[in-house]
RNA sequence: GUCCCCAUCGUCUAGAGGCCUAGGAUGACUCCCUUUCACGGAGUAGACACCGGUUCGAAUCCGGUUGGGGACGCCA
């Protein structure tokens, strides 16, 4: 087949972009740009009560944000169109679906159901008390299509069924992912082409704008499955080519259902918020229901696009470890270089509102070196700059202990003194040690006794940061202030 | 309920009939490094859902059972 590769992601724009939706966009991504072929950005817009301009502005953002650009579509400012098959929001294409329609119900192929919401739920309540299939047996199904339209004009509104009864054969799908799938065509019922307001709905569009925008490959999630039968019985009626399927897994949550709101952050900018990486989301999104042909768990955009292949890809469901995802976070915050992770930390920190000496870089590059091995999240920061802003500055619970030692009286007086007749504004990291040698041989306190008193008398608790490192990127004022505090509260 | 999909350590997965005494990652645990906590390093425990069949040989192929998920909308 020498057709060109074009693939779409379709996302309807009623709210954030979805972490499984961010995958389904991200593999159809990498199917694009490993074989040469476009990616199309439609927008799935038909459903008027729920889409909203701003949710479509999100989505292309999360998208941004993720570095997924299109080459077709919606322009980011949302202003414009990038690629010569629009337009590609479904809400501009009504007259496309209209004609296609029309062309249907003429073949007869489809029909007017005028079937109130009433009568299809009673209809339905009956069939399932029958243990069948409560797919709708419309009365108007055998209607002229004139008879119809004389209905119509006195004033009575209908949906356009697709007329699926006389289909009586398997359809079967080479799925890229699970192979031959096989739907008995009574799975699905005459499912609705048209609303009774004209609106056409998603299964019809789809196949319509699959078509007429030469998508090659479909690359969606599994609840799509049944979704192919319809879609392949509009292909079949029109007589179109129908695109290669593959229906990749869902994203489960820990308890195994799709992943949910109430279990934590489901959507990219959540995660963005919370301070993950768009790297590290990618990564670890893309071994969930693919794997790296080396076994590697660590590998950037560049490498997915060389390997990326769609036999690799798994079919069952992939639960979401947040946990991993975290430590994936982790292994790229590692991986930066100061200067890269304190630009990407600074603005937390300023959100947070923690009052900081931010204009001046190499404390900021040598601050954020000595987190770094502690940071998972850009959030994390947060915590640990927290601890070098003094209005911040509070003796923590879990210093009570440390506080109620023999020693620690002693030992925070000699600190604080010593603090008090250093002569410069600042610590070297070796006139800390000195100092603390100092408190230790005046006091005759060692070890942990030692340690702990004066960690918190600089950061309020007992465990934490290395001090060597923590102390010389602090003021003497600040300190001494810290540790006549903790003192104070000896009584 | 009906139909469809899925089934390897807790989790993500490798595995396409002998390379499997089932590999990696994460998490857990132990030890090392370290005056704390992390980082880093070394190690330990941990899985082929079950039952039949095919075959000299099955995690891998087939059938069934069970379990999980999805879909049955004038949502997508």
Redesign the pocket.
């Known amino acids: 087949m020498s057709q060109k590769i074009r693939v779409r992601f379709?996302?309807?724009p009623?709210g954030y972009l979805h972490v499984g939706g961010a995958r389904s966009a991200y593999y159809n991504y990498l199917f694009a740009r490993n074989q040469g072929g476009a990616f199309i950005l439609r927008i799935?817009?038909?459903?008027?009560?729920?889409?909203t301009e701003e949710s479509l502005k999100m989505v292309m953002s999360d998208l941004q944000w993720l570095g997924l650009q299109w080459d077709e579509g919606p322009t980011a400012d949302a202003k414009t169109e990038l690629g010569s098959y629009g337009p590609y929001k479904?809400s501009q294409r009504i007259d496309i679906y209209l004609d296609v329609a029309k062309e249907i119900l003429n073949a007869g192929n489809a029909y007017y159901?005028?079937?109130?919401?009433e009568e299809?739920e009673a209809q339905?309540q009956r069939?399932?008390s029958e243990?069948?299939?409560?797919?709708?047996q419309s009365p108007y199904e055998d209607w002229s299509l004139e008879k119809a339209q004389a209905e119509l004009k006195t004033g009575k509104?209908?949906?356009v069924?697709f007329k699926t009864k006389h289909l009586k054969k398997d359809y079967i799908v080479n799925?890229l992912?699970?192979?031959?799938?096989?739907?008995?065509s009574?799975?699905?019922?005459d499912?609705?082409l048209?609303?009774?307001?004209g609106?056409?709905?998603?299964?019809?569009?789809?196949a319509v704008d699959d078509h007429l925008m030469k998508i090659s490959h479909v690359l969606r999630?599994?609840?799509?499955?049944?979704?192919t039968l319809?879609q392949l019985m509009i292909y079949e009626t029109m007589k179109w080519q129908a695109p290669y399927f593959g229906?990749i897994?869902?994203v489960?949550d820990?308890?195994?259902?799709?992943m949910s709101k109430r279990r934590g952050a489901t959507s990219c900018f959540q995660f963005k918020e919370e301070g993950y990486l768009p790297e590290a989301l990618l990564n670890?999104i893309t071994?969930?229901?693919?794997?790296?042909?080396d076994?590697?768990?660590?590998f950037n955009r560049e490498d997915t696009v060389k390997l990326f292949s769609v036999?690799?890809?798994?079919?069952?469901?992939?639960?979401?470890?947040r946990?991993?995802l975290?430590?994936?976070n982790?292994?790229y915050l590692?991986a930066m270089s100061n200067e890269v992770l304190w630009n990407h930390t600074e603005p937390f920190l300023k959100n947070a509102g923690l009052e900081l000496p931010y204009n001046d870089k190499s404390w900021a590059h040598s601050s954020i070196s000595v987190f770094?091995?502690?940071?998972?999240t850009l959030v994390d920061g947060v915590t640990f700059y927290t601890a070098l802003d003094d209005s911040k500055f509070e003796i923590k619970a879990e210093s009570a202990e440390v506080l109620a030692w023999e020693p620690t009286k002693s030992v925070l007086r000699k600190w604080t003194e010593l603090l008090k007749t250093h002569s410069g504004e600042k610590f070297t990291e070796s006139e800390f040690?000195k100092m603390?040698d100092t408190v230790k041989n005046e006091t005759g306190a060692k070890?942990?006794n030692?340690?702990?008193p004066?960690?918190v008398a600089v950061i309020g608790q007992?465990?934490?940061?290395?001090?060597?490192?923590l102390v010389p990127l602090m003021e003497k004022a600040s300190l001494v202030k810290r540790a006549e505090k903790v003192l104070a509260s000896l009584k």
């Open positions: 379709a996302p309807s009623t799935e817009d038909t459903d008027v009560e729920r889409s479904q159901c005028f079937m109130t919401d299809i339905r069939l399932i243990g069948k299939n409560p797919h709708i509104t209908a949906v069924r799925d992912v699970r192979g031959e799938v096989r739907f008995p009574d799975m699905v019922g499912f609705v048209l609303r009774s307001d609106m056409p709905v998603y299964n019809f569009c789809c999630a599994e609840e799509h499955l049944p979704n319809r229906h897994s869902l489960l820990e308890d195994r259902q799709k670890f071994l969930l229901g693919w794997s790296h042909p076994q590697k768990e660590i036999d690799r890809l798994h079919p069952s469901g992939a639960v979401f470890d946990v991993k975290k430590w994936m982790s292994q590692r770094k091995s502690y940071m998972e040690l603390q070890g942990k030692l340690f702990q004066i960690r007992p465990q934490g940061t290395e001090l060597k490192i």
